[in-house]
């Protein structure tokens, strides 16, 4: 028996309780080394996977030959939104938007591990049947024979957003019975867009976590059956690690190449962590200390920063921190951090910012009105990060630990804009007037 708790710093449980949005600072960024080479081979078989998956996407959705079958996102600069936010270029460095709500074919951040996922199960099941070889060109998988084979398989998963979107339109392309476990309140586009493209819908009463137990369920019964994990899934987390090369490569193309004199601070949306902590991981394998990154959560849903402030010495939830999870940011309302991702966020994540909903629908709005760009309330939760650092006290503390307050002007801020490609236009309408409601 072990009757220990996990339990919070006095000051910041009330803090978090009182729902009032902070920045956390983690008090174990850089105490250990980061993961050794062995811990980086996950991302570079995810990247070789993708390079040797272009041509089968391309065959796949038409639609991607324009983009060669990468799936990738540009960087856009952000001058327009940082000015409606009153920062100065001069003063406050230059912010970019990384536009995953760009991401072909799934319109989220999701795009990326969850393609690859079904892409490595895609490959393993064609190499154990002899339809391909390791490390060969993935469009022998659009081949008549392996679709006969995936036609006898299933991929499952419990998702009411983008990764039961993203699971469920390549399972289907490539001709696996897709299966999306959902709850009953999940937007009926999104069931609409999955059943056009030939998933299967299942409806579950109850909660989001009820429509994954039941899924996982119905999934382990049958041995043709596979399903896709989102809290503890390797094959998600290294396809969203493999986001970090292009970055870098675009950080480079609009001439702010990452160094000690111009750090690249990075803002990530974090529902159960395995997209923001992949690409965190990523980031910093290519730039160690040049890249700080802070994660964006609901007040009323920061698992991240509950896991890793109580110590995580054992699994502690939002409710145990007295939240409710309560939030409209629908790819973010996590009670429990990822149990393979906080690990290994101990001491890469250089913190954790909160956001109220208020706050996502008006930096949805200011995103509309000052690039033009619609995304969901999720994607809106980076935008806070750049005022979190320059403007707020834990912020400035922030970076003169790091040397950094005199050096400001020369940081690089990369918002990651996570999703909303697929959003109907009538559902964004109405986030932008919930923003004008809040005046
Ligand atoms: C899933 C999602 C996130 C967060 O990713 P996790 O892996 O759950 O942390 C952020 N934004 C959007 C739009 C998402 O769909």
């Known amino acids: 028996m072990n009757d220990y708790s996990p339990s919070l710093p006095d000051g910041l449980a009330s803090q978090?309780?009182?729902?009032?949005?902070?920045?956390?600072?983690?008090?174990?960024?850089?105490?250990?080394?980061?993961?050794?080479?062995?811990?980086y081979e996950g991302i570079l078989a995810a990247a070789d996977r993708f390079a040797r998956g272009r041509r089968l996407l391309c065959a796949l959705f038409p639609q991607m030959s324009a983009c060669g079958g990468t799936i990738e996102s540009e960087l856009l600069p952000a001058a327009a939104l940082q000015r409606a936010l009153g920062a100065d270029p001069t003063r406050d460095?230059?912010?970019?938007?990384?536009?995953?709500?760009?991401?072909?074919?799934?319109?989220?951040?999701?795009?990326?591990?969850g393609f690859h996922e079904v892409l490595a199960h895609a490959e393993a099941l064609a190499i154990q049947h002899g339809l391909a070889l390791p490390g060969g060109d993935l469009i022998e998988l659009a081949k008549p024979q392996a679709r006969a084979l995936y036609s006898r398989h299933t991929i499952a998963v419990g998702s009411t957003g983008n990764l039961g979107l993203s699971i469920g339109i390549m399972a289907a392309a490539l001709g696996f019975a897709a299966v999306v476990h959902m709850?009953?309140?999940?937007?009926?586009?999104?069931?609409?867009?999955?059943?056009?493209?030939?998933a299967r819908v299942v409806e579950h009463g109850g909660d989001y976590a009820a429509a994954v137990a039941a899924g996982r369920a119905e999934s382990d019964a049958d041995p043709l059956s596979y399903f896709v994990d989102d809290e503890s899934s390797t094959l998600l987390f290294y396809g969203y690690a493999a986001a970090a090369q292009r970055l870098v490569e675009q950080l480079h193309e609009h001439k702010r190449p990452p160094s000690a004199d111009h750090p690249v601070f990075v803002y990530?949306?974090?529902?159960?962590?395995?997209a923001p902590g992949g690409i965190t991981l990523g980031l910093k394998r290519l730039l160690g200390e040049h890249v700080h990154c802070f994660f964006a959560e609901p007040v009323a849903s920061p698992c991240m920063l509950v896991q890793l402030a109580s110590g995580e010495s054992s699994p502690m939830s939002v409710y145990d921190a007295g939240l409710d999870n309560k939030t409209d940011a629908d790819g973010l309302a996590v009670p429990l951090a990822s149990p393979l991702v906080s690990p290994i966020m101990h001491s890469l994540l250089s913190g954790v910012f909160t956001v109220s909903d208020d706050a996502l629908y008006v930096n949805l709005n200011g995103v509309w009105k000052a690039e033009g760009i619609e995304i969901e309330p999720s994607a809106a939760a980076g935008i806070a990060g750049p005022?979190?650092?320059?403007?707020?006290?834990?912020?400035?503390?922030?970076?003169?630990?790091?040397?950094l307050l005199d050096r400001r002007a020369n940081i690089t801020h990369v918002i990651w804009s996570t999703g909303g490609g697929l959003l109907p236009a009538s559902d964004h309408a109405r986030f932008r007037a919930m923003a004008t409601q809040q005046g």
């Open 16 to 39: 978090l309780r009182s729902r009032q949005p902070l920045l956390w600072l983690n008090p174990s960024y850089g105490t250990a080394l980061p993961p050794s080479a062995a811990g």
């Open 93 to 113: 460095g230059v912010w970019f938007l990384k536009a995953d709500h760009q991401l072909p074919i799934a319109g989220s951040i999701k795009a990326r591990g």
């Open 183 to 198: 709850s009953v309140d999940a937007k009926d586009w999104k069931k609409s867009i999955l059943r056009e493209r030939g």
């Open 268 to 274: 990530l949306p974090c529902g159960v962590g395995g």
């Open 387 to 403: 005022g979190w650092l320059l403007e707020s006290e834990a912020g400035r503390s922030y970076l003169t630990k790091h040397g």
